[in-house]
């Protein structure tokens, strides 16, 4: 069965520290993989998707980067945080179906800037 | 931007009710997905109906689509204290590539009363 792991829980950083967040799916290849974010309350902000490795795709600009280095590990970054950083980060992995394949998420980082 | 907009925003209803969130959306779909998050942890997948269903059933979930007002909704009947979470509309926002984005709505967060 396919398994996807998020880490760490919760993080606090301060303001101007970088920042590195790692998923890793097992039990699939050549998942999609999704980097979300989530504001207290609000809905969730799609922040990269990758269909392969080495291939980004980004939709908001901002201060965070995304690499996904092996088939089935995606990775978050920053290399200095900002307090509007803050959020519930969310990986996910799907089939590579067109859309048509739900989503898994991990348990999610809780980072807070500071 | 949204690609869905659930309604209503928060919705408190008595145990053994019936609860019923609505989501609109602005472009063509392949499928609509429904989600569900318990606070501070990951979504889980509920739902899949694609855009040639109009309705479809899963235990005490019931979710229509009608793609000409665009708009879908999602009943869960016979609500129990663990259906309290927030609730997500998703669709792949076109085109629809190997990785479609997946855009979520702001969500509804449903309480149910004992």
């Known amino acids: 069965s396919q398994t996807i792991h998020q880490w760490p829980a919760t993080l606090v950083q301060p303001v101007g520290s970088p920042l590195s967040l790692e998923c890793t799916v097992e039990g699939t290849s050549n998942p999609n993989l999704y980097w979300y974010r989530q504001a207290a309350g609000r809905g969730l902000q799609l922040l990269f998707y990758s269909v392969g490795i080495g291939q980004i795709s980004s939709e908001v600009p901002q201060n965070l980067s995304a690499s996904r280095p092996q088939d089935r590990q995606f990775i978050l970054s920053s290399k200095k945080l900002l307090l509007s950083d803050s959020g519930f980060y969310l990986c996910a992995w799907s089939a590579p179906d067109r859309g048509n394949s739900p989503l898994h998420f991990g348990n999610g980082t809780r980072l807070t800037v500071t | ?114």
């Open chain 2, 1 to 114: 931007s949204q690609q869905g907009e659930e309604d209503p925003q928060a919705l408190s209803i008595q145990e053994g009710e019936n609860a019923t969130m609505n989501c609109s959306y602005k472009t063509s779909i392949n499928n609509l997905q429904w989600y569900r998050q318990n606070s501070g942890r990951g979504l889980v997948h509920l739902i899949l109906i694609r855009s040639n269903e109009r309705e479809k059933h899963s235990g005490r979930l019931r979710v229509t689509l009608d793609t000409s007002k665009k708009s879908s909704s999602l009943l869960i009947t016979a609500s129990r204290a663990a259906d309290t979470a927030s609730y997500f509309c998703a669709t792949a926002a076109p085109p629809y590539s190997s990785a479609s984005k997946i855009i979520f709505g702001s969500g509804t967060r449903l309480s149910i009363r004992p």
